[in-house]
C-alpha cells in the first residue's frame, strides 16, 4: 500500500489581508512534501468548513491577524465537529495573545504556533501531530 | 472510514473526497468501494478545461459554475494542480478561484496534484469522475493542470473538451500543432480585450478550417471559437461564459442526438481499464521490486553491464505473470 | 565628480589597502563570507571616489529644492519646520478614538492619522455577517456620518491636517469629512489632509479588496479630480510602499513597485480626465516603509525622490518643479519588530525612524514596542512619539540638510537601488503597466518569493532578528500590558448603527444610491454624490455595495 500524503488546508478567515505569513506556510508546506489547499483571504468560518469537508484534508491551519481569533478560530473548529469532522486537526497562528490560548485549545484548536515559530520546527510539529485516519 | 461507497451514494461529501483519495493514495481495496458505485455511474455529462498556464482556466471555471447554477443545474470540479517532482508536495490553487461557491451544496470542487501522472491529469481522475458523478452532479468540469502541451489525457474523461487560449502567451499555435488542435471541441479565446486577441482569434479559425479541410468535419460538429471577456469587466465576462455554457450543452446534445456519446463511453472505459490494470498489476510489482531492493540491485546490475533494462523486464515478465498480480 | 589625478591616486592608494586587507584576512578571515543588506543587497568592504566617479553633481545631486530634489524639496530643511509627527491611531468606537486623538494633540503631536477597523476598511458595516468579531478591533468603526461627527468632534478641521488609512471605501469616508466641514462651516478650499486611497498596493500587497483594478483606479481618478478642482489642499492619494514591504518585498521592490503604481496613477488621470499633469500631481503624495537596514532605507528614499522627479519631467512633461517633488510619510517597519523580547523594539524603532529622518521625510509614525503583540497602549505610544521629538530636538541630525550626501557608500547605495528600481519600472512597462502586471500576479509573485527567501534566511540564522533566532531567552515571560478591545464594542456600535438607520428618510436614501449607481454606469465623477448620500446618512457599506454591483466584486486570487 502506498503511503499517505498529508492534505493540509490553510485558511484566512476574517477580513484582514496580511497574508505575508500564510503565503510562505504554503510554500513551506509544499516544499516539505504535503498537498496544500490555500483559501486566500477573507474567509469565512463556513467557508473554510465546506472547502474541509469537499477537500478531505487532515489538517487545517488558520491564520488571522485582525484580533478577531478568539472568534473565528473556534467557529471553525466547532463547524467540523458538527459536520462530523472533529477528527480534522485544527491550529492557528497569528498574534495571539498568552491569556487566548488555553480558552482556544478548549474549543478544539490542537496547537497554536506563534510569533518566532519556525518553518521547519511547524513542519515537524505536523509530521508528528497529524495522520490522515483511515 | 468505513463503507465508503455506501456512503458515497448516500451523498456523503467528505466520504466522497475520502474515496477519491484512496484512490490517488492508491490505498488497497478501494475497488470495493468502486464496484458498489460503479453501476450507478454513466449519468453526468463530463466538460474537460485545459490550456497553458495563466490562460485563466480556474477563473473560467468559476464561472461556468455560475452558469449552471444559474439553471439549477448541479456541478462537480476535479481540478488537477502539478505536484513538486522534488519534494513530492503540491500547492493545490485552483479551489481559490472558486471559493464563492464553497458553501453552495449544489456544488462540489475536489483538487488533486498530478502525484507525477503524465498528460495534465491525476490517475484518480477517471474514478473521480465516478464519484462525482453518482452524487447526482449534471455536469462534471475536470480542469487540467496546463503546464504542458501534451495534456491529451483528457479527452479519455470528457464528452466535451474546451481548450482555453490566450492572446499575449507567444506559443499558442504551437500549441495548436503540438495537439491541442485535434482534442478541442470549443476553442476559447480568453482575455479577449487584450492586445492581439483579434489577430489569435483569426489564426485559430484558420486552424479550424484547416483541420476541417485536411479531415474532413468530424461527424457534422463546427469546432467553434468563442471570445471571452476579461474577468475585469464581471459583468461582461459573466454574459460571454453563459454564451460557451449554451455551446457546451449543445456540443453535449449534439453527440445524443448523433450516437456519439457512446463512442465516447468506449474510449473513457478503456482508459480506465488500462488504468486500472496500471493500478492492479503493474503498481504492485514495482512497489515490491522497489521495497525487496530488487530495484537497487537491478539498476547496479545495468550500471556494471551485466545485463540490460529489456532483458531484466523479460525476466520480470516472466515471473510475475505466472502468479496472480500483486501477492507473490 | 573628480579629477582624473585624484582617481589615479585614489586606485593606487586602494590597490595597496587590498593588499593589506588580503594579508589580514588570511590571518583573520572575516566573521561571514558575505555582506549584505536586509534585502539581500551585496555591501562592499568600502567604497571609494571610484565608486562614485561617474555622477555628475549638477545633475545627480545639486542641493536641496533644486533638481533632481535628491537631498530635498524644501531649501530650508527641517531648519523651517520639523516632519509632521503623525502617530497613527484609533480603535473601538468613534467616541473613545476621539478622545486618544484629544489626548495625541496634547502631547505634542502635529497632525492626526486614523485608523480604522476592517469591517469599515472593507467597505462592510458593523451588522453584516461578515463583520461578526471584527468590530473596533483593529481600529475605529465608521457605518454613518453620525459616527464621523463623533469622530472629528473639538478638532478644529481648518487647522490640524488629518490622514484617513482607507482605501476601497475612500470615496465614502472621504465625502463624510468633507460634508462634516460643510457642517462646521469651514469651506472645502480650507481642509487639508490625506485619503491613502491606493487600490493597486491593496492587490499587490495589502488585499483590501472590492472591485476589479480598472474601475478602483477610475475611481481614485475621480477623487484626484475632485480635489483638485474643490479641495485644493487635501492629497487625494497616498501611494504607498508601506503594505508592500510588510508583505515581503525587498528595498528595491518597494520603491519600484510603489513608483510604478505612481506612474499609473498619473496616466489614467491625464487619459480618462484630460487633466494636464501640472494641475494635479503636486498633491500626489506617498509613503514608505522604513525598514532596519540603516543605509539601505536612506539610499531608498533619496533615491526615491531623484525617480520621481525625473519621471514626472522627463516621462510625463511635467513643467511644474512642484509635480516633481516627492513628498511623503514613512512608518517605522512593523515587521521588523519582535513578540519576544519586545523593548528591544524601542531601539529597533528608534533606528528606523533615524534613517528616515536622514532619507528626509516630510512626515513619520514610529510604531509602539507593543504593536507587534497588541494595539497600543498609552505609554507605548508615549514613548514612539517621543522617539520622535528626541531625535528632532536632542540628537542634532536635523541641525543640517541631508548630512549623508557626498558619502561614497550613501551616494553608491542610492545610485544602486534607483538603477535596480528603473530595471523593475521597465520590465512593468514592458507588461503594458502596472494593472496588467498585476493581472499576470507579477508583484504578487515577487513578493511571494522574497518573503519566502527571508523567511528561509530567518530560519537558518543568515539573517538575525534578535530574540527570535539569536540572543534568545529561554521561556522568555512578557510583562507588557495587553491592550484589548472588548465585545461590548461590537454590541455598543451595532445599537448606534440601528438607531441610525431608524431615524433616517430611508427613500431619500435609496434615491441617493440610485443617483450614485447612475453616475458609476455613466462614468462621472462620484464625489458629489457621495457627499450627498453621506450627508443622508447612507452607510459606509451601502456606497460600497453599489460600486460592487455596478463594477463587479473582486476577490483575492491568491497568488503566492
Excluded at chain 2, 474577468?231 to 445524443?256: G, M, N, T
Excluded at chain 3, 472590492?210 to 475611481?219: E, G, W, Y
Amino acid at each position: 500500500m502506498a503511503k499517505r500524503r498529508i492534505r493540509i488546508l490553510l485558511a484566512k478567515p476574517g477580513l484582514d489581508g496580511h497574508d505575508r505569513g500564510a503565503r510562505v506556510l504554503a510554500r513551506s508546506f509544499r516544499d516539505a512534501g504535503f498537498e496544500v489547499i490555500y483559501t486566500g483571504c477573507h474567509q469565512t468560518p463556513e467557508q473554510i468548513v465546506a472547502t474541509a469537508l469537499q477537500e478531505d484534508v487532515d489538517m487545517v491551519g488558520l491564520s488571522c491577524l485582525s484580533g478577531a481569533h478568539n472568534y473565528l478560530y473556534p467557529a471553525v473548529a466547532k463547524g467540523l465537529q458538527e459536520n462530523g469532522a472533529g477528527d480534522i486537526v485544527v491550529v492557528g497562528g497569528g498574534i495571539i495573545p498568552e491569556k487566548d490560548i488555553p480558552p482556544l485549545k478548549a474549543a478544539g484548536l490542537k496547537e497554536i504556533f506563534t510569533p518566532g515559530a519556525t518553518l521547519d520546527s511547524i513542519n515537524e510539529w505536523i509530521a508528528a501531530n497529524v495522520t490522515p485516519k483511515e | 472510514m468505513k463503507e465508503l461507497g455506501k456512503r458515497v451514494l448516500a451523498g456523503d461529501i467528505r466520504a466522497a473526497s475520502r474515496l477519491i483519495r484512496n484512490l490517488e493514495d492508491q490505498i488497497t481495496d478501494t475497488y470495493i468501494a468502486i464496484q458498489e458505485i460503479f453501476k450507478e455511474t454513466g449519468k453526468s455529462h463530463v466538460i474537460g478545461i485545459t490550456g497553458a498556464p495563466g490562460a485563466g482556466k480556474s477563473t473560467l471555471t468559476d464561472e461556468l459554475i455560475a452558469a449552471y447554477r444559474k439553471q439549477d443545474k448541479t456541478v462537480g470540479v476535479l481540478a488537477v494542480d502539478p505536484t513538486s517532482p522534488f519534494t513530492g508536495g503540491a500547492l493545490l490553487g485552483d479551489r481559490i478561484r472558486m471559493l464563492r461557491h464553497a458553501e453552495d451544496p449544489g456544488v462540489f470542487v475536489r483538487s488533486l496534484a498530478t502525484r507525477g501522472a503524465m498528460g495534465g491529469i491525476s490517475k484518480a481522475v477517471g474514478e473521480g469522475i465516478h464519484v462525482m458523478d453518482v452524487l447526482g452532479k449534471d455536469k462534471i468540469i475536470v480542469e487540467t493542470v496546463g503546464v504542458g502541451q501534451q495534456e491529451v489525457e483528457i479527452i479519455n474523461h470528457a464528452h466535451t473538451v474546451i481548450v482555453v487560449l490566450v492572446p499575449g502567451m507567444g506559443d499558442e499555435i504551437q500549441a495548436l500543432k503540438a495537439g491541442l488542435m485535434e482534442i478541442a471541441d470549443i476553442f476559447v479565446i480568453n482575455k479577449a480585450d487584450r492586445e492581439g486577441a483579434g489577430k489569435l482569434y483569426k489564426e485559430t479559425m484558420n486552424m479550424v478550417q484547416m483541420s476541417r479541410d485536411k479531415y474532413g468535419v468530424s461527424k457534422g460538429w463546427v469546432t467553434p471559437v468563442l471570445l471571452v471577456e476579461s474577468v475585469l469587466e464581471p459583468h461582461k465576462f459573466a454574459e460571454s461564459v453563459e454564451v460557451l455554457r449554451d455551446k457546451i450543452d449543445e456540443h453535449y446534445q449534439f453527440l445524443i442526438d448523433n450516437n456519439l456519446i457512446s463512442e465516447r463511453m468506449r474510449r473513457k472505459t478503456a482508459a480506465e481499464i488500462t488504468e486500472a490494470i496500471w493500478g492492479s498489476v503493474l503498481a504492485p510489482v514495482l512497489e515490491q521490486l522497489e521495497t525487496s531492493g530488487e530495484m537497487k540491485r537491478m539498476i547496479d546490475r545495468c550500471l556494471l553491464k551485466e545485463t540490460d533494462p529489456y532483458s531484466l523486464a523479460e525476466e520480470i515478465a516472466q515471473r510475475f505473470m505466472k502468479q496472480r498480480p500483486g501477492t507473490s | 565628480m573628480f579629477t582624473q589625478e585624484l582617481l589615479d591616486k585614489s586606485s593606487l592608494m586602494r590597490k595597496k589597502w587590498e593588499d593589506e586587507v588580503k594579508k589580514v584576512i588570511a590571518k583573520n578571515p572575516d566573521q561571514k563570507p558575505e555582506w549584505s543588506t536586509v534585502s539581500s543587497l551585496p555591501i562592499n568592504r568600502i567604497y571609494g571616489p571610484e565608486d562614485i566617479k561617474d555622477m555628475d553633481f549638477e545633475k545627480d545631486i545639486a542641493y536641496p529644492g533644486q533638481f533632481p530634489y535628491l537631498r530635498g524639496n524644501q531649501a530650508t530643511g527641517y531648519r523651517g519646520k520639523y516632519w509632521t509627527f503623525r502617530m497613527f491611531a484609533g480603535m473601538g468606537t468613534a467616541v473613545e478614538t476621539n478622545k486618544r486623538w484629544h489626548y495625541l494633540l496634547t502631547t505634542g503631536q502635529t497632525g492626526l492619522s486614523t485608523a480604522f477597523d476592517f469591517p469599515t476598511l472593507m467597505g462592510y458595516d458593523t451588522d453584516s455577517p461578515k463583520a461578526k468579531g471584527e468590530c473596533g478591533k483593529c481600529g475605529v468603526a465608521i457605518d454613518t456620518i453620525d459616527d464621523f461627527r463623533d469622530l472629528i468632534k473639538g478638532i478644529p478641521l481648518d487647522k490640524i491636517t488629518t490622514s484617513m488609512t482607507i482605501n476601497p471605501p475612500a470615496t465614502a469616508l472621504w465625502a463624510m469629512y468633507c460634508a462634516s466641514a460643510q457642517e462646521q462651516g469651514i469651506p472645502l478650499t480650507k481642509i487639508g489632509g490625506t485619503i491613502q486611497n491606493d487600490m493597486l498596493k491593496e492587490f499587490i500587497a495589502q488585499k483590501t479588496l472590492m472591485c476589479p483594478p480598472d474601475p478602483s483606479v477610475k475611481l481614485i481618478s475621480d477623487t484626484i479630480e475632485f480635489g483638485t478642482k474643490y479641495v485644493p489642499k487635501w492629497n487625494t492619494v497616498s501611494i504607498s510602499g508601506y503594505h508592500i514591504r510588510e508583505a515581503g518585498a525587498t528595498a528595491v521592490q518597494e520603491l519600484a513597485f510603489t513608483l510604478r503604481d505612481g506612474m499609473e496613477y498619473v496616466e489614467d488621470v491625464i487619459k480618462r480626465k484630460g487633466l494636464h499633469v501640472d494641475e494635479f500631481a503636486p498633491r500626489l503624495s506617498f509613503f514608505f516603509n522604513s525598514h532596519i537596514d540603516f543605509f539601505e532605507e536612506i539610499a531608498k528614499l533619496r533615491a526615491a525622490r531623484r525617480i520621481w522627479a525625473k519621471a514626472m519631467r522627463e516621462r510625463y512633461n511635467s513643467q511644474d518643479p512642484r509635480s516633481w517633488w516627492m513628498r511623503f510619510h514613512t512608518q517605522t517597519a512593523g515587521c521588523s519588530l519582535t513578540a519576544q523580547q519586545p523593548y528591544n523594539n524601542v531601539v529597533r524603532t528608534a533606528t528606523e525612524a533615524l534613517a528616515a529622518v536622514l532619507g528626509g521625510t516630510q512626515s513619520l509614525h514610529t510604531n509602539s514596542l507593543d504593536e507587534v503583540l497588541c494595539l497600543p497602549s498609552d505609554h507605548a505610544v508615549q514613548i514612539a512619539l517621543r522617539t520622535q521629538q528626541l531625535i528632532a530636538e536632542e540628537t542634532g541630525v536635523a541641525n543640517t540638510i541631508d548630512p549623508l550626501a557626498g558619502s561614497y557608500f550613501v551616494e553608491a547605495l542610492t545610485n544602486e537601488v534607483e538603477a535596480q528600481a528603473w530595471e523593475y519600472i521597465h520590465k512593468i512597462d514592458e507588461m503594458g503597466g502596472m494593472v496588467a502586471a498585476i493581472e499576470k500576479g507579477f508583484p504578487q509573485m515577487e513578493l511571494s518569493d522574497a518573503a519566502y527567501k527571508f523567511q528561509k534566511q530567518i530560519d537558518a540564522g543568515e539573517k538575525i532578528m534578535i530574540g527570535v533566532n539569536k540572543y534568545n531567552v529561554e521561556d522568555e515571560v512578557v510583562d507588557i500590558p495587553i491592550v484589548e478591545i472588548d465585545d461590548s464594542v461590537e454590541v455598543e456600535q451595532l445599537k448606534r448603527l440601528a438607531e441610525t438607520k431608524r431615524k433616517r428618510d430611508s427613500r431619500k436614501v435609496a434615491e441617493c444610491l440610485k443617483d450614485l449607481a447612475g453616475a458609476c454606469k455613466k462614468g462621472e465623477n462620484v464625489m458629489p454624490y457621495c457627499i450627498e448620500a453621506v450627508k443622508n446618512y447612507a452607510t459606509v457599506q451601502e456606497i460600497c455595495d453599489v460600486y460592487r454591483e455596478v463594477y463587479g466584486e473582486y476577490r483575492d486570487p491568491g497568488i503566492y
